[in-house]
């Protein structure tokens, strides 16, 4: 079947983000769920991901779209601190997020959360393609506000998440206490598909150190009926600024959130 126009114009655009433009570009219209290593454009590091999934909107939103474009004051804030920043990645998915931070920040550090079995696996290649196992770490669980166990529906790429009770099959995944990681973290980013609400109403959130923070929030399990306006009052009522970043269609959104560089919490 014949692509429309539009899909065939999105598909060439978005083999423009590697370097390996025309096998990019060949796979993803052949449709077929197939792994392959690529280096980013951008900054020349490697990703693996897998075509005909949403892997590929997950490339272009970072690296097209620039999802994880700074507003100045967070680039002024992170570029005050006088070392290379420290990053948490909750909900790591395939990497796109960490590739972007060394992309900005080449000597800076990563510890990824992602407890679904195939976004690990890519995630754990592309961390290797690059040497960085020094610098950016894996953790194969859930994040929440008490270390254990938890049920996770797997398998939804991007999407996937802690179980609600309508999600069946779902997997059983370590879960870890997000605070214990947090001492010293300069960066936090946060895209966990709803679990994201508890841990910013922890009492415990008020300390985290991060200077900045990227949070995706979304409409499941927020504790208001307006997502956008729940997330926007939870994070300046912690003292961060915050610019909203679009995203069309979306019951949720983006936030950049950030504390000036003279803040010495």
């Known amino acids: 079947m014949i692509r429309p126009l539009e899909s065939l114009i999105a598909t060439c655009l978005r083999g423009g983000l590697v370097e390996q433009r025309l096998p990019f570009v060949a796979r993803e219209l052949a449709g077929v769920r197939t792994v392959h290593a690529y280096r980013v454009r951008a900054n020349g590091l490697c990703l693996y991901l897998q075509h005909a999934t949403p892997d590929v909107d997950g490339l272009d939103q970072t690296f097209y779209q620039g999802m994880f474009n700074m507003p100045q004051p967070v680039a002024t804030a992170l570029s005050g601190l006088g070392h290379a920043p420290a990053a948490l990645d909750l909900g790591g998915n395939i990497g796109l997020f960490g590739?972007?931070?060394?992309?900005?920040f080449p000597e800076g550090s990563v510890v990824a959360f992602e407890p679904d079995p195939r976004n690990a696996r890519l995630l754990?290649?592309?961390?290797?393609a690059n040497g960085l196992q020094e610098r950016w770490s894996l953790v194969e669980a859930a994040v929440g506000t008490k270390a254990g166990e938890v049920r996770f529906a797997?398998?939804?790429y991007g999407s996937s998440h802690i179980a609600s009770v309508a999600d069946s099959g779902a997997l059983t995944v370590p879960l870890v206490d997000l605070f214990d990681y947090t001492p010293g973290i300069d960066l936090l980013k946060i895209d966990i598909e709803g679990a994201e609400w508890e841990i910013l109403q922890d009492d415990r959130f008020k300390d985290v150190e991060a200077r900045a923070i990227a949070l995706d929030y979304h409409a499941q399990g927020c504790p208001e009926e307006d997502p956008h306006r729940a997330a926007e009052r939870l994070m300046t009522g912690l003292g961060f600024q915050?610019?909203?970043?679009?995203?069309?269609?979306?019951?949720?959104?983006?936030?950049?959130?950030w504390r000036d560089a003279t803040d010495d919490r």
């Open 99 to 104: 590739l972007w931070m060394f992309g900005h």
């Open 154 to 156: 797997a398998g939804e």
């Open 242 to 257: 915050t610019q909203a970043v679009p995203q069309e269609g979306a019951s949720g959104g983006m936030l950049w959130c």
């Open 124 to 128: 754990s290649r592309t961390i290797e």
